[in-house]
């Protein structure tokens, strides 16, 4: 991580590190690793990680989706059908009309994008609720995924020549493609929040309309522009997820859009928008994963890792608000 | 013919001797109306080049208006006259659009990015930091994307730069939500400096400020002064004027009163300029003779919401009686609503204590107070005072649902009645109490907000700006119906902005500036010019 | 001068239509009918007893759900947690049943005590802590969910020892038992918001919230009570399935929050709060199952219903908007 990217913060070094918002989502990701692990060594081990990461990429992905919309002040609960449409649309795509992948990756990504449109247009134009308006779309898409296919499942791998699946069985230094492929994701984001003016004004939409306003910032094009990023990257994951499966089942993706906000809110994301950072994010899924699997690993009952989650995420809201609510000095 | 009359009106005020092309900004003839009412009618303002002017006026005098139409909130065209800026016509279409021709301004309110640092606050409108070298057209400077990456080491060098220049202390790096109130202010004003403005206006720049903070704005002011920027200077407190300013403009209902140069300033002659109003003989006063103490309040303090170690209000003290109306003086941001929302439980109190016919009581919300027998109109009617999706009965009825039920239940033709009894006594002009109170006009609506404080039957009643724009026929009979009040022997606290209106009906005066009460004054010590130079007091030290 | 009086009187006759068909109940109303007409004309067998009392008697479970929304949402707040509080409300009914042995009155207090209760965590959360409700709601909805599948284990709990097979078996008039517990507890609701003083001070609350608290309205306590009576409801739901069912299962009430809230959303409740309903809530459970039942009829894919549902959803909020700026553009107007 570069000094540069952590403009906001006043010191050098490790202090500067130190004051960030990514540090106060680590620590409690560090504390609950050491205290598993404490108590229970084999926590630590690689094959309990690479179980736990096997699983962080989509939601991860679709939670760094969920980020725009909530940086901008508001919220997209629809990710998780999108991931589930895009995931069907591609396979579909392919084995019923013999397309390639790009082309077939490429329309089912342009549907999410004009899904992702179409919430930012009723959201800004006719300033319908954010919640209420995506639970709309979240129900079309969810019905459209099924009506677009003849078959439950498109198995990728009895396509001849369709050798994108096989690249998703290999492991790349030892970790999954959709790994790599969510890193890449994530330092791009990176890239373009903390060091681009589109980020930058992307971020002050969020943080206060009536500022961004004054400096020029169209703020509307900006919400609809993160309505559209979060249905890409939710997109994204549940064809990244159908390539690693190497079939596409349509129900994928179900209740991905409440783990995606759990872990933008753990990962520092406040939810009166102006406040996300993709590496936040990236340390708040991780937490979200971390803290159910350290729980099982302590003996709780595997079936309260649910509960974990919506306690976590309550506690997590609560802080912000705790944080939000110290006074500002004379 | 616009033009004849800017000059002559530039001529009346003595600066004959400046010609056009030296004053750094003139609006000529600014008229803007709103459905009603003329806001601002033929106001011009001349600012020369590196001076302070300063803007001064009541509540409603029209500086408000005039600011959001120099600054491009009212986009050209919704108003008529010129705006110049350097002898040449602008036309703003937005505060962006002004900004970018070289008016800076600086809200009233603290407006920053929270999440950032100060150096990306201050140059958000160019993160490159490309514009503001390129050579402008049409006085706008051009716009190039060469990169999307903002340039954060040339950014901290340039704010450094900027802040050193107008010896103003913040660190570039620094997070601005860890700032203080005063530096955050200080922000606002190195934001708008970035552009490079020809004119900085400041809107109230010292209301949040300590007196420490304004000492240091002062000298920046001067600063700047000094490299040639003009600043208009908005303002409510005379000393400030005293202090600062090269000239002052005063406003007074929407037009043009006077302007003085530094060498003619008399604070008793601005001070009546500003009031100076005629006081019509509509308002009926009926004395009654006090009764007992209703409310007396103790050193009540209130605590500011977000800033540590300030108050909202401080020791406040005063009383009032049965039958009796206290008035309560001061310009707008004096604390008073505060005070009130604090006795109507609606502000917690920090300390201090509440005594309700001499019993001392605690109010910790709303609920409690009406219980006490206190009743407010509240100043924002649409906020606090109705519910539009409601008809006149259940906007009435509400307040005193207690008195209209048996056990649970509401019997609606008790409450039918009881909302027809003050639908009728207050001769609101509705065709019946099923009309939606969102079609009614201000005045009636405000009348329904009064029947409903009124039918939770108070023994005092909290009166906050209760004429606030409504047309004249209704502010009598509003009077009529505060009169009925104190025959009824309730004591009555009001508030109001229009001094000739509050020293007609009041029967004693508290007066309070800056959270404080600076004085009590009995009906026959009060005038507006003494009450006006109370109330312009400022406690913030300035040297 | 009278050409203005004229129109005037003309635009007054037509609000009285325009009235009527903007009424939120009548507004639901007509969908249902034309559903009806369309699918009966398509498939004569829609048009029977068997076919209306499966509507009807199907309808309770998201229907009970729905008037604890219906609550939440005029007050001017969100319940998500009123499918999973009934799932884990049930699944600790059966659990009291089944490890204590309690008998049916116990065992449905224990349930509707474990909504109430999680209601009431939902409205310290919203009231004290001033958190929002949406995420509050969101939370317990995860924990209740988590605690349901732990409690039961994940497996379904029999409650067949209470004996209550026979009474939910009963068809009295075609219908359950339990339906005209449904339709009572509609008509109590709706007494509630309408007549008694708790009801004006929600509507107050959900209409404008700094007006109800200058009416000395005590909004903290309203929501709580709000919540907890959202929180009850959403245990009538649960208790329903673990009564026909005559066993508790976590996997119940799962997506019961989104259909409660779009069956209040089309049955003319206002997102915004303050106006709608009960009768209304009611029916747009109604048009929500009808849809259902006539997809299923006409042999359409079931998950046509899902968009349908989400357009009729999307379609309802657009017109609540557009139903005020009308009203505003009248009132500027006139």
């Not at chain 1, 003016?197 to 961004?212: F, K, P, S, Y």
């Not at chain 2, 970035?194 to 903070?213: C, H």
């Not at chain 2, 004027?241 to 403009?249: A, F, K, P, S, W």
């Not at chain 2, 019946?432 to 079609?439: G, K, Y």
Request: hydrophobic share 45%; proline share 3%.
């Amino acid at each position: 991580m570069s000094d540069k990217a952590l403009v906001t913060r006043d010191g050098k070094g490790l202090r500067r590190l130190t004051q960030t918002d990514e540090f106060s989502t680590f620590i409690p990701l560090a504390v609950i690793m050491l205290i598993t692990a404490a108590i229970r060594p084999d926590f630590l081990s690689i094959r309990n990680f690479s179980a736990m990461f096997n699983q962080i990429p989509f939601i991860a992905i679709t939670a760094l989706g969920s980020s725009m919309t909530l940086m901008t002040g508001n919220v997209d609960i629809s990710t998780g059908r999108v991931a589930g449409f895009a995931g069907i649309m591609m396979p579909m795509l392919v084995v019923e009309l013999g397309w390639g992948a790009a082309e077939s990756i490429l329309l089912s990504l342009a549907c999410c994008l004009a899904i992702g449109f179409v919430n930012g247009f009723l959201v800004v134009k006719f300033g319908l609720p954010s919640f209420i308006t995506t639970m709309g779309t979240l129900y079309m898409v969810g019905g459209a995924r099924y009506l677009m296919i003849k078959e439950y499942q498109y198995n990728l791998h009895a396509v001849e020549g369709f050798s994108l699946v096989h690249a998703f069985d290999q492991l790349y230094l030892g970790m999954p493609l959709y790994f790599w492929c969510m890193l890449i994701l994530f330092a791009i984001a990176f890239v373009l929040i903390k060091r681009t003016l589109w980020g930058r004004r992307m971020l002050a939409t969020g943080d206060n309309n009536e500022v961004a306003t004054l400096v020029g910032i169209n703020s509307k094009k900006m919400q609809v522009q993160a309505y559209m990023l979060s249905a890409l990257l939710a997109g994204i994951a549940g064809i990244l997820l159908t390539l690693d499966m190497g079939f596409g089942l349509p129900e994928n993706g179900d209740g991905w859009e409440f783990r995606a906000i759990a872990g933008c809110v753990v990962g520092g994301v406040s939810l009166s928008g102006g406040k996300a950072s993709p590496l936040g994010v990236l340390i708040g899924v991780t937490l979200v994963f971390v803290a159910e699997n350290a729980i099982i690993f302590l003996g709780l009952p595997t079936t309260m890792r649910v509960a974990v989650q919506g306690a976590l995420m309550a506690g997590a809201v609560l802080f912000d608000i705790f944080r939000q609510s110290r006074k500002v000095p004379e | 013919m616009q033009a004849d009359e800017s000059i002559r009106f530039s001529q009346d005020t003595g600066a004959e001797s400046a010609g056009t092309q030296q004053f750094a900004m003139q609006a000529i003839n600014i008229t803007k109306r709103f459905p009603g009412v003329v806001a601002n009618d033929n106001v011009c303002l001349n600012v020369r080049k590196g001076e302070v002017m300063g803007l001064i006026g009541e509540n409603g005098a029209g500086k408000s208006t005039l600011l959001k139409v120099l600054n491009g909130v009212y986009p050209h065209g919704s108003y008529t006259g010129t705006l110049l800026l350097d002898g040449r016509e602008i036309r703003p279409a937005s505060p962006n659009d002004a900004m970018l021709l070289g008016v800076g301004y600086v809200p009233q309110e603290i407006n920053v990015l929270k999440y950032f640092s100060v150096a990306e606050n201050i140059f958000m409108f160019d993160l490159r930091m490309e514009s503001t070298r390129d050579k402008p057209q049409d006085g706008r400077p051009v716009r190039k994307s060469r990169t999307p990456f903002a340039n954060f080491s040339e950014m901290f060098r340039a704010t450094k730069q900027l802040l050193a220049d107008n010896r103003i202390d913040l660190n570039p790096r620094a997070d601005v939500r860890k700032l203080s109130i005063g530096q955050q202010q200080m922000l606002m004003i190195a934001r708008a400096l970035a552009i490079n403005p020809k004119v900085l206006i400041l809107d109230e720049p010292t209301t949040s400020l300590s007196g420490k903070d304004v000492a240091q704005l002062f000298m920046v002011i001067r600063h700047l002064q000094a490299r040639g920027v003009s600043i208009i200077f908005v303002t409510h407190k005379l000393a400030e004027i005293v202090e600062l300013t090269d000239r002052v403009t005063i406003l007074r209902d929407g037009k043009n009163i006077s302007v003085y140069e530094r060498s003619q300033y008399n604070t008793r002659k601005i001070v009546q300029d500003m009031i100076g109003r005629d006081i019509a003989a509509m308002y009926v006063k009926e004395a009654q003779t006090p009764g007992d103490e209703v409310l007396r309040v103790e050193n009540l303090t209130v605590e500011h919401p977000y800033v540590a170690n300030r108050n909202l209000i401080e020791n406040v003290s005063f009383s009032v009686r049965r039958g009796e109306i206290l008035g309560m003086a001061g310009l707008v941001g004096a604390g008073r609503s505060e005070a009130c929302m604090a006795i109507f439980g609606m502000l917690p109190v920090k300390s201090g204590k509440i005594f309700i016919e001499g019993k001392p009581v605690t109010i910790r919300n709303s609920q409690e107070a009406v219980r006490h027998g206190i009743g407010m109109v509240s100043e924002d009617r649409k906020k606090f005072g109705l519910n539009f999706v409601w008809d006149i009965r259940n906007n009435i009825g509400i307040s005193n649902l207690g008195a209209v039920a048996r056990g649970p239940f509401v019997l609606k033709s008790a409450l039918s009645r009881r909302a027809e009894k003050y639908f009728k006594s207050l001769r609101v002009k509705a065709r019946s109490i099923d009309t939606r109170v969102a079609t009614l006009s201000g005045g009636n609506q405000q009348k329904i907000v009064i029947a409903r404080s009124l039918n939770s039957q108070p023994k005092l009643m909290i009166l906050d700006e209760p004429t606030k724009g409504i047309d004249v026929g209704s502010k009598n009979e509003i009077y009529g119906l505060i009169n009925e009040m104190t025959k009824e022997g309730v004591a009555v606290v009001m508030i109001s902005s229009e001094l000739p209106e509050l020293l007609a009906m009041s029967d004693r005066f508290v007066v309070m500036a800056e959270g404080k009460v600076v004085g009590e004054l009995a009906q026959d010590q009060a005038t507006e010019t003494s009450v006006m130079e109370m109330a312009t007091t400022t406690f913030k030290t300035v040297s | 001068m009278k050409k203005d009086a004229e129109a005037r009187l003309r635009s007054q006759s037509g609000s009285a239509l325009s009235r009527f068909l903007l009424n939120p109940e009548v507004g639901v109303l007509i969908p249902i009918v034309i559903l009806s007409i369309v699918t009966t004309s398509i498939k004569p067998s829609f048009f029977t007893w068997k076919y209306f009392s499966s509507i009807l008697m199907g309808s309770i479970f998201i229907g009970a759900a729905a008037m604890g929304e219906a609550f939440a949402i005029m007050s001017g707040e969100i319940d998500l947690s009123v499918g999973m509080n009934g799932t884990f409300s049930g699944v600790m009914a059966a659990y009291a049943c089944i490890n204590w042995g309690f008998g049916v009155v116990p065992t449905l207090l224990v349930g509707l005590g474990t909504g109430a209760l999680i209601g009431a965590f939902n409205g310290f959360c919203v009231t004290k802590l001033k958190l929002s409700s949406w995420i509050t709601t969101l939370a317990t909805q995860f924990i209740c969910t988590g605690l349901a599948v732990t409690v039961s284990d994940g497996y379904p709990m029999s409650i067949s020892s209470l004996g209550t097979s026979g009474f939910t078996r009963a068809r009295p008039l075609g219908l359950s038992w339990l339906f005209f517990i449904f339709i009572g507890l509609i008509v109590v609701c709706d007494i509630i918001i309408r007549k008694t003083k708790f009801g004006y001070r929600l509507r107050a609350v959900g209409g404008n919230q700094e007006f109800a608290q200058m009416s000395g309205i005590n909004v903290k306590r309203v929501k709580m009570m709000v919540f907890i009576i959202s929180g009850l409801f959403a245990a009538v739901g649960g208790l329903f399935d673990v009564l026909v069912n005559a066993s508790a299962s976590s996997t119940f009430g799962v997506g019961r929050e989104f259909r409660a809230i779009i069956s209040v959303a089309i049955g003319g409740i206002s997102m915004a709060g303050g106006a709608g309903s009960m009768y209304g809530a009611g029916l747009g459970v109604l048009l929500f199952h009808t849809l259902w039942y006539a997809l299923r009829i006409l042999k359409i894919d079931t998950n046509l219903q899902l968009v349908l549902i989400g357009f009729i959803l999307l379609l309802s909020v657009l017109l609540d908007i557009f139903r005020k700026r009308v009203e505003a553009r009248r009132l500027i107007g006139g």
